[in-house]
């Protein structure tokens, strides 16, 4: 029997999923070709966060499992060819939890849940400023730019998808950033006939939990940087600093400044620290103590 379910990875604490944009289209690629693999599997809503994922999908239990455990093997060769890292993602465990839909809106507390993940993270003040997901795909006022895929080559459509799959629609919509657009393979018209109306969705949004997290400690929060931001100054910090290559070369006491600099730079914590430093949340609190 077909049910609905949020399944959700475990926040890396020392690393990250997406180390760069690259990684991010590789990311939304890949969820494409699972859904063109997997008719029988519903996407109502995702998103890619820099450590985590989740996904809201209607079917099986086996099937949506299939669905996520291909999605995240796939995309761990990925990681391996660019990064070297082995089995990336087998330590990085998942939660799947049964949204009952028959239970008064609780569907769409969750869709709003998971849109809601990246205003949390402070990366942006809403879910449709925010591309790695489905946050601008709902009650769009027009289709956004992009060509059909099958305008692309063969080799073109290799090249892009990183993939030989031909189970992908040629007219599904390819946007000018190089990844096809979530549109074409999520539930759109089920999800806006659940909400009924861009009112009430945003009504969900701002009233998620993920919203009232944001509410309840914005005093407490300086601007943020995305995690690609750091990342990508570490080692230009470290060069710098240390005219050393990365932060594994440093010895204690510089690796102490890197993180006293990336915290007054660039406003982090604790956590964002350890996951753009590959430490663990210990090992960055330690430095920070000492800083």
């Known amino acids: 029997m077909k049910k609905i379910y949020l399944l959700s990875t475990a926040h890396l604490e020392d690393g990250l999923w997406f180390r ?3 990684d991010f289209k590789v990311a939304m690629n890949y969820i494409a070709i699972q859904a063109a693999l997997h008719p029988e599997v519903v996407i109502l809503a995702f998103i890619l966060m820099s450590n985590h994922v989740h996904f809201l999908l209607r079917g099986r239990r086996e099937d949506v499992l299939a669905f996520i455990t291909e999605f995240k093997q796939r995309y761990a060769l990925y990681y391996f060819k660019k990064y ?3 089995e990336f993602l087998r330590r990085n465990g998942l939660d799947v939890k049964l949204i009952p839909a028959d239970e008064d809106e609780a569907v769409e507390r969750t869709v709003a849940y998971v849109q809601m993940n990246c205003v949390a993270a402070n990366i942006c003040a809403h879910p449709s400023q925010y591309p790695w997901g489905t946050g601008d795909t709902f009650f769009r006022a027009s289709r956004p730019a992009g060509k059909r895929l099958d305008a692309c080559s ?3 459509r290799e090249r892009l998808l990183r993939s030989r799959c031909d189970k992908i629609p040629g007219e599904w919509l390819l946007t000018d950033d190089g990844y096809i657009h979530p549109g ?3 539930a759109v018209k089920g999800v806006e006939a659940l909400f009924r109306s861009p009112k009430r969705m945003n009504f969900f949004l701002r009233n998620s939990s993920k919203a ?7 005093e407490e929060h300086l601007p943020a940087f995305r995690d690609q931001i750091i990342l990508a100054a570490v080692p230009e910090l470290c060069r710098s600093l240390f005219f050393k290559e990365s932060f594994y070369e440093l010895q204690t006491g510089e690796q102490v400044e890197i993180v006293r600099q990336i915290r007054f730079r660039f406003s982090a914590d604790a956590n964002q620290i350890a996951r753009v430093c590959g430490i663990t949340y210990a090992e960055a609190a330690r430095l920070l103590d000492d800083a």
């Not at 009232?212 to 914005?218: C, D, F, N, P, Q």
């Open 212 to 218: 009232r997290k944001r509410l309840e400690s914005a």
């Open 20 to 22: 760069d944009e690259e």
């Open 154 to 156: 063969a080799r073109q």
């Open 84 to 86: 070297g890292v082995r």
């Open 184 to 186: 074409e393979y999520v």
